[in-house]
């Protein structure tokens, strides 16, 4: 029996290790997030939320953050914490249109072409994090797809990054 219970720590410390790649065939029921974490709502409609942000972006002179994750990802929950936390909600909000999208856990569910629409080919892992220019044109193509280990970032490096990318929007 405890042969059993160590092969499910280790399997858990490797897939926390490994970021939120999502193996196929797994499902969303598989991990349960309490209903007060909740920040990637599979009911929501995506496009029109980024179309939503765009159009908010453009009035604004902001860029839009796209944050595509899953509440079943430690890596997402841990960067929507940040992003909600008081001190980066402060420095997001004159610079960006924040916009949270539900990704399935199982590869075969996701529906990439809302990505594709930014020049991005797939969602690797959770969370990915697009930032887009008032036109909608991704500037960080390259690094979008890097923040599967958002949970062992320290935060003042998050902050730095996403403080840097884009400088407040000119308000009149």
Known sequence: MKMVGRAVAISL???????????QGT????????????????SRNAAADVDGALAAA????KHVLLILGGDWCHDS?????????ERFAAMLAPRYELV???VPRASAERDTALVRRFGLERIEGTPTVLILNPAGQAINLADAPTWRNAASRKPAAIYR???????????N
């Open 13 to 23: 410390v490797l897939a926390m290790m490994s970021g939120c790649a999502m193996p």
């Open 27 to 42: 499902t969303e029921a598989a991990s349960a997030v309490a209903p007060a974490a909740r920040y990637f709502d599979p």
């Open 58 to 61: 453009q009035a604004s002179g």
């Open 77 to 85: 929950i841990a960067l929507a914490n940040l992003f909600h936390s």
């Open 100 to 102: 949270w999208v539900h």
């Open 161 to 171: 990054h996403f403080a840097r990318a884009v400088p407040p929007a000119v308000t």
